[in-house]
């Protein structure tokens, strides 16, 4: 009998411990772990350096609150600051907090400027920006906010891609645009540089703001520490979560001063946001990650992982349809429903997780090493070949 509510459709597997990139079941069965809690675990299970971290700074100080002065959260935020674009940085615990927080900070910016009608968001449809009521109705999925009502207020959505429809959105009510750079749950499908640009562009000439919701592309998943990188694009407002505490509930809205500028004293605030414990993780891990070295690797280990995958996407056409993503965040999209796939990913050892549109995700630790590139690999090739259609 279990006691907890049943909205989650968990599988039939529990584990006692974790070490780098492997998982050990309750029955003693070793797995290799490309879930890692959903991209969270960044430098996969216990690593050293954080199991350090965290030891020490229990034994000093776990929390306090905002009413006080936090300097292990102002070091994080400096470091945040000094490696992005970014002039500031609010702490969170979670992603769906993050980006509700950096809704509020768009509205709170247009009423800040005395256009408070400026208070509408467009974001694209069948998108993820968590599972708070405002983030639900962001997402603009129909299956989120399904008995949910009544709909919060303030989201006009776009497919993606759809230009157009985009462009026919904004009006002098219009706020932000709000997208993740690259979809993870919608399917892992990448916004191309030149689009950024382009709404980059489109913000600047209709006076609006952009939001990147990197909360699971961004912190070096891609091998840039954000995915957006590339583009050279400044959003407006970032808001991270997942992978920045390593496995310790940490999110964050990072932010250029014009936006900041509207968030006074009391407009908004979290109990266990940015304490002392979470910060000294987040701080670790930034560590680890900003390093230029750590994330050239993540980028030729990734650059490899895809490459194998499409090959091996080429010798099973009919079973794989495209392989997506950036850096560790991999989709591998079948022509049909993922789930039997994943099943048996799972009976050969392998754990990996679904997305919409038929994706199978993958996504390895950051300091995944080749070898165990090579093990997923196998095991994945071993899956199609004996995948009867
Ligand atoms: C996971 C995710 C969220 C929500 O994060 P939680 O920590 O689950 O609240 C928001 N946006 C994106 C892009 C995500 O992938």
């Known amino acids: 009998m279990s006691y907890l509510v049943k909205n989650y459709n968990r599988k039939n597997l529990s584990f006692t411990k974790g070490a780098g990139s492997?998982?050990?079941?309750?029955?003693?069965t070793k797995y290799l772990d490309f879930v890692q809690g959903i991209a969270v675990n960044s430098l996969g299970h216990a690593h050293p350096e954080l199991v350090k971290t965290i030891n020490k700074q229990a034994k000093k100080l776990w929390h306090i609150s905002?009413?006080?002065?936090?300097?292990?959260?102002?070091?994080?935020?400096?470091?945040?600051?000094?490696?992005?674009?970014?002039?500031?940085?609010?702490?969170?615990?979670?992603?769906?907090?993050?980006?509700e927080a950096a809704i509020k900070i768009a509205r709170r910016y247009f009423y800040s400027i005395k256009k408070p009608y400026k208070n509408r968001i467009i974001c694209i449809k069948n998108s993820f920006h968590g599972r708070t009521l405002a983030s639900i109705y962001a997402?603009?999925?129909?299956?989120?906010?399904?008995?949910?009502?009544?709909?919060?207020?303030?989201?006009?959505?776009?497919?993606?891609?759809?230009?157009?429809?985009?462009?026919?959105?904004i009006n002098k009510k219009t706020a932000a645009i709000m997208v993740e750079t690259i979809m993870g749950e919608g399917g892992i499908k990448v916004i191309?540089?030149?689009?950024?640009?382009?709404?980059?562009?489109?913000?600047?000439?209709?006076?609006?703001?952009?939001?990147?919701?990197?909360?699971?592309?961004?912190?070096?998943?891609?091998?840039?520490?954000?995915?957006?990188?590339?583009?050279?694009?400044?959003?407006?407002?970032?808001?991270?979560?997942?992978?920045?505490?390593?496995?310790?509930?940490?999110?964050?809205v990072l932010m250029n001063k014009k936006v900041a500028s509207a968030m006074v004293a009391g407009t908004h605030g979290s109990t266990?946001?940015?304490?002392?414990?979470?910060?000294?993780?987040?701080?670790?891990?930034?560590?680890?990650?900003?390093n230029k070295d750590f994330l050239k690797k993540v980028k030729k280990n990734s650059q490899y992982f895809h490459f194998e995958l499409n090959r091996i996407?080429?010798?099973?056409?009919?079973?794989?349809?495209?392989?997506r993503g950036k850096g560790f965040l991999i989709g591998i999209q079948l022509h049909e429903d993922q789930s039997r796939f994943i099943k048996s990913l799972m009976t050969n050892k392998l754990l990996t997780i679904k997305a919409s549109e038929n994706v199978v995700r993958i996504l390895p630790p950051l300091n995944v090493k080749r070898n165990e590139i090579n093990l997923a690999l196998k095991i994945i090739k071993k899956v199609c070949v004996s995948y009867n259609r």
């Open 22 to 28: 492997f998982l050990y079941s309750t029955n003693g």
């Open 272 to 290: 266990f946001g940015g304490n002392p414990l979470a910060m000294k993780i987040g701080k670790s891990v930034l560590d680890i990650i900003s």
């Open 66 to 99: 905002n009413a006080f002065q936090i300097p292990e959260g102002e070091e994080l935020a400096k470091k945040l600051v000094k490696k992005t674009f970014a002039d500031y940085v609010m702490f969170q615990n979670s992603g769906t907090e993050a980006t």
């Open 192 to 252: 191309p540089n030149w689009c950024l640009n382009g709404l980059r562009q489109l913000c600047n000439k209709k006076k609006i703001l952009l939001i990147l919701d990197e909360v699971q592309c961004g912190v070096g998943r891609t091998g840039n520490f954000f995915a957006f990188e590339e583009s050279k694009v400044k959003p407006d407002i970032v808001p991270i979560a997942k992978g920045i505490g390593g496995g310790f509930p940490i999110g964050a």
């Open 139 to 169: 997402s603009g999925s129909k299956k989120m906010t399904e008995g949910f009502g009544p709909k919060v207020n303030g989201f006009d959505h776009f497919k993606f891609g759809d230009h157009k429809k985009l462009k026919k959105l």
């Open 313 to 323: 996407k080429d010798q099973f056409p009919k079973i794989i349809k495209e392989i």
